[in-house]
């Protein structure tokens, strides 16, 4: 049996041994902290079928299927796939909002034609092949987004697929810390163009590092606030469940409707999604776009009967940060409270950063709260919390709107998540 018969029948892949169903295969894959061959019995004993181990593996049994590098076969097996019967490949790349415009166009795209888009936020080389393996049903359209931590990370991914289409939303600090500037990750996301052999760029011009990286590259478009791209945000206003939203593409006005409230940067997103549609002649219904479900935990809109709760807890960067003020400005409300924690992988200049991020925030909200289990920052006028369960007093007992946003591993989206 090989990994592509596996494929063809249809059989579910897992990397993690714990959540081994009945006939599932099990990848055992080799990472920084733990080595996946270790745990091949535990899988077989809670019944997968197959194994997919390295060479070397001492096991050679009719269910173990080996390969000379686990993850490099996956890639190679999972992007033939794709390669061969999707008929418009599309990758996503940005420091923030790939998970929003993959869900974006996805929902334009896929009123139109068949239309498959890796899973959740699986945008690791790992993620994207075990996403394509299980879900890729020969749609004619796959949207893949790709995401890097550190330098190689990209051409990793770009010598695989041949795209037809890439996106760069946007150059931000996330991973800072591993690419030391935005000059470095502009350059490292702008990668995704050696995957595209002349195929259309979409790219966001209000990124000022990207411009070198994507200024002599032909087939290309762009979106952004600049009145001077080819598709710009003009203004956004929200109403009681509802963003409205004035743009220009391509020389004509446009108008949409969104449910519930979507911050500056998810808009910005959804407009990269509509000017690529625009272009590529791809029917775009109003109602389609209306209806789309933002990734939760994004801007999420929480109305209680005394507050609203925007629940913005997934990540954070600088930029997310401030896009999430701009948006937040704009609501009305009788006081404005956020609750934040740290921003991570963004190296020696972490205080500095969100000394930045905190004295933007004096200028809109009454309250500061900073969750900081570790007691490791202090910052003047800003309230510190050091137990998780506090925040719970501070969402039942707040009026008017509350924004809670921070990195992932720092809680915040777990606590949230918890909470319901």
Not at 48 to 59: H, K, N, Q, T
Not at 64 to 73: A, L
Not at 88 to 116: D, H, P, R, W
Not at 176 to 186: D, P, R, T, V, Y
Request: proline share 1%; net charge neutral.
């Amino acid at each position: 049996m090989t990994l592509e018969q596996l494929f063809e029948r249809k059989y579910y892949f897992q990397i993690d041994s714990r959540k081994i169903k009945k006939n599932d295969v099990f990848v055992a894959l080799k990472g920084e902290n733990t080595d996946g061959h270790r745990y091949v019995e535990d899988a077989f004993k809670k019944g997968a079928s197959f194994a997919v181990v390295e060479a070397g593996y001492p096991d050679n049994s009719e269910k173990i299927i080996k390969v000379p590098n686990v993850q490099e076969k996956l890639l190679s097996v999972s992007s033939k796939i794709v390669n061969q019967n999707a008929k418009m490949k599309i990758g996503i790349t940005g420091s923030t909002g790939k998970t929003t415009t993959k869900v974006c166009l996805k929902n334009i795209i896929e009123s139109n034609i068949s239309t498959f888009a890796t899973e959740k936020n699986y945008n690791t080389e790992i993620g994207i092949p075990i996403s394509i393996l299980n879900n890729y049903s020969n749609e004619e359209v796959a949207i893949i987004e790709m995401g890097i931590q550190k330098k190689g990370d990209m051409e990793n991914l770009t010598k695989f697929f041949n795209l037809d289409v890439a996106f760069i939303t946007n150059i931000g600090t996330s991973h800072l810390e591993f690419l030391k500037s935005k000059e470095g990750i502009a350059e490292e996301k702008s990668k995704i163009i050696t995957a595209l052999n002349g195929g259309l760029l979409v790219y966001n011009s209000d990124s000022i590092e990207l411009q070198k990286f994507v200024k002599s590259y032909k087939n290309k478009i762009s979106f952004g606030q600049k009145v001077n791209s080819d598709a710009y945000l003009i203004d956004y206003e929200y109403f009681e469940d509802t963003t409205k939203v004035h743009f220009k593409t391509f020389g004509k006005d446009g108008l949409l409707t969104l449910k519930s409230y979507w911050s500056k940067g998810q808009i910005l997103d959804l407009l990269a999604a509509v000017t690529f549609s625009i272009f590529a002649k791809i029917p775009i219904d109003p109602f389609v776009i209306s209806e789309i479900k933002l990734p939760e935990s994004r801007f999420e809109l929480i109305k209680n009967e005394n507050n609203i709760i925007i629940n913005d807890s997934y990540n954070a960067s600088e930029e997310s940060f401030f896009s999430a003020f701009e948006s937040v400005e704009k609501i009305q409300a009788t006081s404005k409270i956020l609750i934040m924690s740290e921003i991570k992988e963004i190296g020696q200049d972490d205080k500095i950063v969100l000394n930045r991020v905190i004295e933007k925030a004096k200028e809109i909200f009454d309250e500061i709260y900073f969750y900081d289990k570790e007691d490791k920052y202090s910052f003047d006028d800003v309230i510190k919390i050091k137990e998780i369960k506090k925040i719970e007093k501070i969402l039942n007992s707040s009026k008017g709107v509350i924004l809670i946003k921070g990195s992932n591993s720092t809680g915040l989206y777990k606590f949230m998540q918890e909470r319901g």
